[in-house]
């Protein structure tokens, strides 16, 4: 996935081990190749983590223990210091779910729907994060398409615009930003279980609703 300009971690895992067809792989050699910082981190960070995996001749984890890791290493890549400034951890908590109504819980399997909304509340950074869930159709091989809004309180002076996001699924995780009006989205499957924002000199954890 391409995301303003840069190319996200799951691209430079596919180029690394060879999965990128001949197209996007002269593309993203490319923009390497004009010296993009952003891209040449994301690129090494990747490159390390698959270097260290091939490194390790014991056997794989069991799957659940692959997702509880690959779930740790997205928020401890978001919680690492930005200019100096430790970014410190915060979960944030539903505060109204389509299917339950007012202080439901959210990340409890129901009984099949196919959309699932949950509004969460972060009081000590003065924001809600409005997260939908819906099921693709069986076609789209059992994909969900995860969109969310982040909305922040009147004279908060925070901006919503450019905000990093990730999802974190038991396959990897994706990234994105936000858009102008805070609303971004992801394809993923649907046993995505975590949605990671960063946000001035905070990362939220946010559970994503299961159907």
């Known amino acids: 996935m391409k995301e303003v300009g840069h190319f996200s971690a799951d691209i430079f895992a596919a180029l690394f081990v060879s999965a990128l067809d001949e197209q996007t792989r002269r593309e993203v050699l490319a923009h390497l190749a004009t010296g993009c910082a952003q891209c040449l981190d994301e690129q090494r960070w990747v490159n390390r983590t698959f270097s260290l995996a091939r490194s390790d001749e014991s056997q794989l984890p069991p799957p659940h223990v692959l ?58 950074a003065h924001l809600e994060i409005d997260v939908q869930v819906q099921r693709r159709s069986e076609a ?11 909305f922040v309180q009147e ?35 649907e046993d995505a279980d975590l949605l990671v924002l960063q946000v001035s000199d905070a990362v939220i954890e946010v559970p994503v609703p299961q159907l």
């Open 67 to 124: 997702a509880r890791a690959i779930r740790i290493l997205a928020v401890e890549r978001a919680s690492t210091p930005v200019r100096g400034t430790l970014l410190h951890r915060i979960r944030a908590l539903p505060i109204f779910d389509n299917r339950g109504g007012a202080v439901a819980l959210a990340g409890v399997r129901g009984p099949g729907d196919a959309v699932r909304q949950v509004l969460y509340g972060v009081e000590s």
């Open 140 to 150: 789209a091989g059992g994909l969900v398409a995860v969109r969310g809004q982040v």
């Open 155 to 189: 004279g908060s002076g925070m901006t919503v615009a450019g905000l990093p996001v990730t999802l974190v699924s038991p396959i990897g995780i994706t990234e994105t930003t936000t858009s102008a009006q805070g609303a971004f989205h992801f394809e993923g499957p």
